[in-house]
């Protein structure tokens, strides 16, 4: 018979299948043992699913327990053993508050879920409301685990509804109950009324909302519109609907429309939850811009710049640049000069002022290129959210323009 070490050689790469029929206690053994590398620990802890040996349960416990112990390995014990009640007591006890290995607080949260633990049901909430997907995924298993266990009432009776958080919940466990959410469109906070609109799958009862009486503001009928769109794709009604609500848009000061048209098509279609709905329903309303020619205006700064007596290097893509991530925008250098080449528009800038990006700056502009000096560089797009290095907020014209992540 193979060994474990056999069938998992290196890291992420398990035979799942041959784990999945190895033997139980050797599996157990060698998952309990700290002394084995973690990547082999935790596919050993995925293969005991159904089958862990009882006298192993002590020592698997254990390991859950020790805070020294890799976090990867403790969540997937604590997804293995989810159905041990004698693990509640460590799981509520207040020190575990404490834990600061990424995802073991999560998945302590979904286990005291999972065991029937409703005082978890708020914290619950507060994690199935987070932005990153696999730790939403997280807190609704576990709020799921205390419904199906409840009844939805009791558990929404538990949460109550005073946080934002508190009312995706509501909108999420209402809509699985088979009740109607249209109302949720019209709450203050822009991320319950998102989820609300993601939810919803009858567009006839959408029509009848935005009808006279129906929607209460012009938000949720903004809101109802989007909605609508997402599940027809008729762009010609949303356009009638928004111009029956006289087109309000987010006015920006000092955004003029070649910027904001650029912006709006790049992050409009798909901007965090909680943006001002008026910027999604202008993005689909707004006239399609031209596909960009990138090779284009990439050879026609290579030539101006050339034609200035500079000697750019070829241009690279901010991704390699900074040697990780993309973005977009191109960088080309020129001596101890480097300039920005946007791929939204004939955009460019630098965070340099030396004798070589004046001349290029001059080169540029003459050749139809865009400057964007450090006042409209700065000018903050309100309202539209972009994620941005773990922040979800508005972003100023250069970031949205000359955008990078890794």
Known sequence: MRTIDTLIPQAGRADTTALGEHDADELAAYAADPAHPWWRRRPCVIALTGRVPEHRVAGLIARIRDPDDVGEVRIALLDLLADRTELLPWLSHKDRRKESSYGVPAAILKARGLLGDRSAAGELATLAAQPWPRFRAIGEAGLDALVARYGTGTILADVGEARPEDRIFRVRALHRAGQDITTALADPDRAVAYNAQSLLTDPARIRDYLRPGGAPTPEARLWAAYALHRLTGDAAETRAIYDSLGRPRVEVDSLDDELRG???????????????????????????LPPPDEDGRLRRAMTALTAAGLTPEPPVSCGEANRQGGGTYHVIRSGESELSVSTL??????????????????????????????????????????????????????????????
Not at 262 to 288: F, K, M, T
Not at 373 to 395: H, M
């Open 262 to 288: 650029a912006i709006l098509q790049e992050y409009g279609h798909d901007c965090e939850e909680n943006s001002d709905p008026r910027w999604r329903v202008e993005a689909i309303c707004a006239a399609p």
């Open 345 to 406: 528009g004939r955009f460019v800038t630098s965070d340099e002022d030396d004798r070589t990006t004046r001349t290029a700056r001059t080169a540029l502009e003459s050749a139809g290129f865009r400057w964007i000096d450090p006042a409209t560089a700065a000018i903050r797009v309100t309202g539209l959210c972009v994620y941005y290095f773990g922040s979800r907020e508005p972003l100023n014209v250069e970031t949205l323009l000359f955008y990078w992540q890794d």
